[in-house]
């Protein structure tokens, strides 16, 4: 990066943190003060803490290189998404609020038992302090790729920022701050976009490249045919989506804090609203990218592979070099082919000669598929070669446009807008943590203490959590995908979570007895189906409510 780069970079972040740590830097002593903020958040710091929450450095390093490789079908995921908004303004909010709760799990207590309000506490500390570690791990990777430092030192610096912010100002300097980081994020992907479509060729614009996509199934939004085994479809999505949105923001405490902090239920309620509004058009947008970034790269030499660390450390290797350097060659030479026969498909497209269109296709798609086989070959050889490197490089595609092709001063930008958004969604996961830890785990054991104290103990797990983040995150490049392995992640735990509070909402002669052993045998019976079968992911978020809410009634049942 040039000095510009770094100007920019880092005086974006450093105003974001200085001014919101400046900002709250009265958060007080008592637990609702540093907690909630004093529950004075308009509703549209609500909305966009909520999405700065979910959209984490993941969004925008992993979304782009899921649509590059896989089309735009990942929007399906969300479908669920607005309808879920909508059930927990009208349901949760009105109850959190009324009962003026610090956590979604202290209701538990009060509705069944202290045991199932820690049990479901417990996993959803195990949930959130394994998410963050990935949500560090993906602006690590950013840095340690520019610079070249090792990864684990960078998490820590990345960490240790976040921890030191967020343990100072709790949670009005991570929503003060995430107001600048959303602006930033915004900012920066337009300014991405823009200028993906200007490097296109001059005779291909916008609507060329669409068209392209679109013969080459990237534009696969919706896809109706059922399939269990498919991650994404319109099925899973509106089911398994709804499920796993609704215990995602209706239960999950680094989402209910941030509606938590709302000044009043109507407030609150907007918020959400807004979430539903903008999520999906904000993940079409990001999505998009990935499709460009396609089509840009039929016309612009691509690298054999995107994880370039790697690809240097193999290929300076005296067993493994010159076989890399040889597929090298040949992918040079395929880019040339590929490139002419996208080209012929654009001005067969721009005179709707359907002959012309057939040909062309049948040209690219054997360019594609021998460019496809040849990317395999050579991630075969990296694995080889490093058998620790990652399996899939997709991760790594929006990364490499910024760095090789954006002018001087943008590059800083982009950079800030992955570490802004890391940055917003970890310290919100991290002040979740530490809510929940001291709130529900650890007020109940050691009650009577001061404000001040139990403050303190906030601040004190809010660093353990985050060390504990920071370890988890040396080991997130084992894994395919980050966006992916974030989601599966959460299905395996937040179907169980939500059974628990669909039966306290919706069933109220059944105890905490019942609950507890019913939301047990559904944490069970999600680990086994996932290591036992081959079932999407969404599902586990139905299944797991359906085990607990059916294990409620039937032994009510019995009982009665």
Known sequence: ???????????????????????????????????????????????LSIMATQASAITFLSTPGQAYDDGMRFIQF???LPVAMVLIAVFAVPIYHRLQVFTAYE???????????????????????????LSLYAPALVLSAILGWDIQLTVWLIGGLMIAYTVSGGTRAVAVTQQGQVAVIFT?????????????????????????????????LIDFHFDPSDRYNFWSGLTGGLFLALSYFGTDQSQVQRYLAGRDITESRLGLLMNGLLKIPMQFGILLLGVLLFVFYQFNPAPLTF????YMQVAHSEQYGPQLRALERTHATLFKARARATGELVAALKTDDEQAIATAKTHLQATQAANLGLRQQAQTLLKQAVPAAEAKDTDYIFLTFVLHYLPHGLVGLL??????????????????????????????????????????ASRWAAVGWG???IGFATFAARLENLIQAVNILGSLFYGTILGIFVVAFFLKSVGGRTVFWAAVAAQIVVLTLFFATDIGYLWFNIIGCAVVVAGSVSEKAVRS
Do not use: C
């Not at 920066?188 to 080459?216: C, I, N, Q, S, W």
């Not at 994880?307 to 790697?310: D, E, G, T």
């Not at 800030?416 to 991290?430: N, Q, T």
């Open 1 to 47: 990066m040039s000095g510009l780069d770094w100007l920019i970079l880092g005086g974006t972040l450093l105003f974001i943190v200085g001014f919101g740590t400046w900002r709250t830097r009265r958060a007080g002593d008592s637990l609702d003060g540093y907690l909630l903020g004093g529950r004075q958040a308009s509703w549209w710091a609500v909305g």
């Open 78 to 80: 969300y479908l669920g």
């Open 107 to 133: 209701y538990l207590e009060g509705r069944f038992d202290r045991r199932t309000r820690t049990f479901a506490a417990l996993l959803f500390l195990v949930q959130r302090g394994l998410s963050n570690g």
């Open 188 to 220: 920066g992907m337009v300014v991405a976009g823009y200028l993906l479509v200007h490097y296109l060729p001059a005779e291909v614009g916008f609507t060329d490249a669409m068209r392209v996509a679109g013969h080459e199934g990237k534009l696969n």
């Open 307 to 310: 994880n370039r660390p790697v």
């Open 415 to 456: 950079i800030a807008v992955v570490l802004s958004a890391a940055m917003g969604s970890a310290a919100a996961g991290l002040n979740a943590l530490s809510s929940t830890t001291v709130v529900d785990l650890y007020k109940p054991r050691r009650p009577g203490r001061s404000e001040t104290h139990y403050v303190a």
């Open 467 to 469: 060390v504990l983040g």
